[in-house]
């Protein structure tokens, strides 16, 4: 988990700092207006989106990637996930 945390801010501190056209690809998709009651199916559709990109981002990957492993390779890759903030008052999640 650290290691994605780590990727993300990297990707924020390059971004400050970069001219428009050599900026990742940095972004998130939410809505403030998800009923409680829906969350459960909310989660699992949206893990259905996630599993898909996952194999989309593995199959897209493995053409790239070298057989030997040395210090002269980089590490790159995408990252996403699924996130919740509960605003209410009272709330724990």
Do not use: C, M
């Amino acid at each position: 988990a650290l290691s994605a945390v780590s990727n993300l801010v990297s990707t924020i501190e390059h971004n400050v700092g970069a001219e428009q056209a050599d900026k990742l690809f940095q972004r998130q998709k939410w809505t403030f207006r998800l009923d409680p009651a829906d969350r459960e199916a909310f989660r699992q559709a949206l893990r259905g989106v996630l599993e898909r990109f996952e194999r989309e981002a593995d199959e897209a990957i493995t053409p790239w990637e070298q057989q030997r492993y040395d210090s002269g390779l980089l590490t790159a890759g995408v990252g996403l996930y699924y996130f919740e903030e509960d605003v209410r008052p009272g709330s724990t999640s």
